[in-house]
């Protein structure tokens, strides 16, 4: 293998990470076994999971600019070790930072700085030094958040009944409505404008409601033991199956997703978030996605047929289409051809 160390690559200090995360755990657990009432035990272990989860977004992202700024630029030896992490950890930063898409190969290490610098990757100066601290803060707060979480994911902890609701029939209802509202304006004009304004702010409305679904499913899924939560989410099980390997840094088609047995481990070693009354919120959060996403393809369809009935008219050029549609000159072509060559 060739010898991928810069001539001028520091030394870097490797800190007994073991030790400080066994330290860290055992501190945290003394800490919730004192409270020697469950709900209250419970109580204190999400107030502290939620401070952990906030302190390692700030932590978390500097760590990784520390380490890839080292990696890319001056390429020490054996950085995972220095920053406490795999080296499967590095490479996902460092792909990252390089914008490698999926499915093709990481640039050579005698590469990347020449990359990074033209993809204005920072180079951190003197992160030799500046990483050990903040390394050593984010793996305290890994073990304190998997203390928390030994309370919070309890086999003790009663687990949660997931009800299914009648998605179909959710959808049919938000794109008959929004059809019904779209067809009463006769006129062509108000109602592009309108099926237009209509679709931006359903997808804009799904998008957010889509990620709380999701936070809430993948919560419920890796730490309660929920069963048929895709079912509970409203979406098809390949489409769960895909989301839980994205969460778990798999393969998105066949990363083998983990045993009921290492569920939580897995979860916790990616960082998944642990939601505070999922079971209370995926239900709201699913049925106002499923509602935006059927809403969206209905005002979009009708924006599209009036966009395409229009056409040719005067007064309306693809220019004049695509700026009322708030489209591409090129997207909305395309779609006024995909209608006009249904009918």
């Given at each position: ?156 902890i009663e687990r949660v009944s997931l009800k ?180």
């Amino acid at each position: 293998m060739p010898n991928t160390v810069a001539p001028d690559a520091p030394t870097l200090e490797r800190p007994d990470f073991a030790a400080i995360r066994a330290a860290a755990e055992a501190e945290t657990k003394a800490e919730l076994d004192a409270i020697t009432t469950p709900d209250a035990r419970r109580a204190h272990a999400a107030d502290l999971y939620q401070s952990i989860i906030d302190q390692l977004t700030i932590v978390r992202p500097e760590r990784d600019r520390l380490m890839v700024s080292l990696a890319i630029y001056q390429r020490p030896e054996d950085t995972p070790s220095a920053a406490g992490c795999s080296r499967g950890t590095l490479l996902t930063a460092i792909r990252t930072a390089l914008a490698v898409p999926d499915g093709e190969p990481t640039p050579a290490a005698a590469d990347r700085a020449a990359l990074g610098k033209k993809l204005g990757v920072p180079h951190v100066k003197n992160a030799a030094a500046k990483l050990p601290e903040v390394a050593i803060k984010h793996e305290t707060l890994v073990a304190q958040r998997r203390a928390t979480l030994a309370v919070l994911t309890s086999p003790t902890i009663e687990r949660v009944s997931l009800k299914r609701q009648d998605f179909a029939h959710i959808k049919a209802q938000a794109a008959e409505e929004t059809e019904t509202e779209l067809l009463a304006i006769k006129d062509p004009a108000a109602r592009l404008r309108e099926a237009s304004r209509i679709a931006r702010e359903a997808e804009a409305a799904y998008t957010v409601a889509a990620r709380e679904r999701d936070r809430c499913a993948l919560s419920l899924e890796f730490y309660s033991g929920g069963r048929a939560v895709d079912k509970a989410m409203g979406v098809a099980r390949t489409a769960f199956d895909e989301l839980r390997r994205i969460a778990l840094g798999l393969d998105r088609k066949q990363g083998r997703l983990p045993d009921d047995y290492a569920k939580a481990a897995a979860a916790e070693e990616a960082g998944l978030e642990w939601v505070e009354d999922a079971a209370e919120r995926l239900p709201a959060a699913a049925r106002k996605a499923a509602a935006a996403r059927a809403r969206h393809l209905k005002a979009a369809a009708i924006r599209n047929e009036t966009a395409a009935a229009l056409d040719g008219k005067p007064g309306w050029d693809m220019q004049t289409i695509a700026e009322t549609t708030g489209l591409h000159v090129n997207s909305i072509r395309a779609k006024i051809r995909a209608v006009q060559n249904r009918t």
